[in-house]
């Protein structure tokens, strides 16, 4: 017997360090472990011991005879992956513990965002003996897109913060939230009060289509829509035409798919999720029935995982529907010759044609168009695409109508005053997560992780990989005598901030705002009933 892992898998390898036969794979550091879309167990080498279970924080891991039969298909998932690549067991790298002080007095870094990035550099840090962190976070409530960002049917994915909770409660951890980093305090007031600061703000800005009739009243990034429908305070008054029959996506990822999803569920499944009230009333009334998600690339290049995918087919009154010759053009690929991408493929063949369809609401999946123009004198009416392939040829292209048109094409970080930014990139100016000036020199006490360094890519967990990163390379600094120490005392800080903002929110009063959403959704049969304002959880807060 043996244990597997399915969907929902959050990538942060916490699974392989109490592996004793070191079965699980990729680890952090093989070459496929950053492009992987989960981990996978070798069915031959596990010993059925159970600890990967036992800490999985999502509850991603399953008994081999006690699967639901959704996921039956990942036995072979993770079988396949070692057929491909042969388990070799290594040593594994031996730690060792460090303490960090200097002349008696610890080491204060400064996080600023609480996001999934933020929490696993604070794990990172607040772990070693002698090290002391101030968490920041602009909103009252922490976990970032772990808490807004992931979609409300996807609940054992937001498991992950009962992870985080554990993490920004120890001792030596301080939050501040309801903190804006840049408005009540700035980034060299940080670097007076601590040794370092670690930049976790993620990517709060969206990459441009740069067409035209991208800005028409019904288009809009796809990060709204899904902060909408999650109840993140920036977007509780924004609303989203959904009376028309249809619904383009341009991009085809993970979100975009999270994003078609939730148009088109059954709003009683919907209900007992944590979605935001005022998302449930739109969607109830939604006229929506077609949502068609729109790719420039083949299906061999989609950006969405396997899983997630499997998740679309899966859904009950609704047709997954394909353009055959869309789909069999890939079939020669050399690239089929690998079992992850044969089974991408493999799904993508199986949806029902058009023709085919008759389920009353219909997802449907186009690959190897480009996006012209967003048509419309007032508002959104069509879109019109070109083949990627062809795009000189004008006879090929396609328009089709749509209502609401969501640009799911990726996300980019913003520039923060004080800190170089890497406008190409959308990221940070930075190598291996020490910040760099334009000059190309260090600039001492700066760091950065997740989105805001490496860009939007991988899962949840690639984040703890991010974070060992940077913080060992703070960490050696600190050891080098690279960081100049504080110009303040400890105690000094604490008071700086509620000078400058004394509505800051601390981890009780989180713990209020908490407790009362559970409290709300118990009441309603569901995990939470969000607040959706600030002055709503700042009440809450002080209750």
């Known amino acids: 017997m043996s244990f597997v892992i399915a969907q929902g898998c959050c990538n942060d390898a916490s699974c392989i360090s109490v592996c004793p036969v070191d079965c699980i794979r990729p680890r ?29 924080p999502v509850g991603a891991i399953y008994d081999e005879y006690d699967m639901p039969d959704h996921l039956e298909v990942f036995k072979e998932v993770n079988a396949e992956y070692f057929a491909e690549n042969p388990l070799e067991i290594s040593e594994p790298v031996k730690t060792t513990r460090r303490k960090l002080t200097k002349d008696g007095q610890p080491l204060r870094v400064a996080v600023i965002g609480s996001g999934p990035s933020g929490c696993y550099a604070v794990d990172q840090l607040s772990a070693v003996s002698g090290v002391e962190v101030s968490l920041f976070d602009r909103l009252p409530t922490p976990y970032g897109l772990a808490r807004a960002g992931v979609a409300p049917d996807h609940q054992s994915t937001k498991n992950i913060t009962k992870l985080f909770g554990k993490i920004i409660r120890r001792p030596n951890v301080t939050c501040y939230f309801n903190v804006e980093v840049g408005k009540h305090v700035s980034i060299s007031e940080l670097l007076d009060h601590h040794h370092a600061v670690v930049v976790a703000v993620g990517a709060d800005s969206d990459r441009r289509l740069g067409i035209e009739g991208e800005d028409l009243p019904g288009s809009y990034p796809v990060r709204k829509f899904v902060a909408w429908y999650n109840g993140h305070p ?28 939730m148009l088109v569920s059954d709003i009683d499944r919907l209900e007992s999720s944590d979605m935001a009230e005022h998302a449930l009333a739109a969607l109830r009334h939604s006229g929506i029935r077609e949502v068609v998600i729109v790719a420039r690339r083949g299906v061999l290049d989609a950006a969405y995982t396997t899983s997630e995918l499997m998740a679309l087919g899966r859904m009950e009154g609704v047709d997954l529907v394909a353009i055959p010759e869309e789909v069999t053009a890939a079939k020669d690929d050399s690239r089929l010759d690998q079992a992850q991408v044969r089974r991408k493929h493999a799904l993508a063949a199986a949806s029902v044609t058009p023709e085919d369809a008759t389920a009353d609401r219909r997802i449907v999946l186009r690959y190897g168009l480009t996006p012209v123009s967003i048509n419309g004198e007032h508002r959104v009416k069509s879109v019109s695409f070109c083949k990627t392939a062809a795009p000189d040829d004008l006879e090929s292209v396609e328009t089709i109508e749509a209502g609401l048109v969501l640009q799911a094409i990726g996300f980019r970080s913003s520039p923060m005053e004080g800190i170089p930014f890497d406008e190409r990139a959308g990221t940070i100016s930075h190598i291996d997560g020490r910040v760099y000036d334009g000059a190309g020199a260090v600039m001492n006490g700066m760091y950065c992780v997740g989105w805001a360094k490496r860009g939007p890519s991988g899962v949840i967990g690639t984040n703890q990989v991010c974070a060992i990163e940077t913080v060992a390379g703070l960490f050696d600094d600190f050891e080098a005598g690279a960081l100049p120490p504080p110009g303040h005392p400890a105690e000094r800080f604490p008071e700086l901030i509620a000078e400058r903002q004394p509505e800051y929110i601390d981890h009780v009063g989180w713990l209020k705002i908490d407790a009362e959403e559970r409290h709300r959704g118990s009441a309603a049969s569901k995990p939470r009933v969000k607040f959706v304002s600030i002055d709503e959880m700042l009440t809450a807060s002080r209750a």
Do not use: K, T, W
């Open 28 to 56: 952090p550091g093989d070459p496929q472990f950053m492009s992987a879309e989960q981990l996978y167990i070798d069915p031959d080498a596990c010993i059925d011991c159970a600890a990967c279970m036992v800490e999985c």
């Open 234 to 261: 920036d977007h509780n008054s924004d609303e989203f035409d959904l009376s028309g029959e249809r619904v383009i996506i341009v991009g085809n990822g993970n979100v975009a798919l999270d994003a078609a999803r």
